[in-house]
Nanobody, 120 residues
Framework: QVQLVESGGGLVQPGGSLRLSCAASGSIFSIYTMAWYRQAPGKQRELVAVMSSGGMTNYVDSVKGRFTISRDNVKNMVYLQMNNLKPEDTAVYYC??????????????WGPGTQVTVSS
């Protein structure tokens, strides 16, 4: 059993910052990519940022220069530093991990999500 739990969401004014955290726990053998997705009301879920186990990153164009993904491979955690937030960043943010369990099962795991609201 693998669990991902996000934290750090909330209400912030435009131009403000938030830092999201995600902890992966359970029967984990190895984690490959870790990523953040988001889903705004009435829209499809989109990939925001992804980081490989080797440290390579990729971002959706709309957040480049404002968001930074990082991870702690020892603690099985991933972070998303979000600066200069805009109202269009409002969404539920989900943590995702591509991993192998101790039972040698390759799986794609998701957290329950954390709400980020950017509003004055």
């Amino acid at each position: 059993q693998v669990q991902l739990v996000e934290s750090g969401g909330g209400l912030v004014q435009p131009g403000g910052s938030l830092r999201l955290s995600c902890a992966a726990s359970g029967s984990i053998f190895s984690i490959y990519t870790m990523a953040w997705y988001r889903q705004a009301p009435g829209k499809q879920r989109e990939l925001v940022a992804v980081m490989s186990s080797g440290g390579m990153t990729n971002y959706v164009d709309s957040v480049k220069g404002r968001f930074t993904i990082s991870r702690d491979n020892v603690k099985n955690m991933v972070y998303l530093q979000m600066n200069n937030l805009k109202p269009e960043d409002t969404a539920v943010y989900y943590c995702n991990a591509d991993l192998t369990t101790n039972n040698n099962i390759r799986t794609d795991s998701w957290g329950p999500g954390t709400q980020v609201t950017v509003s004055s």
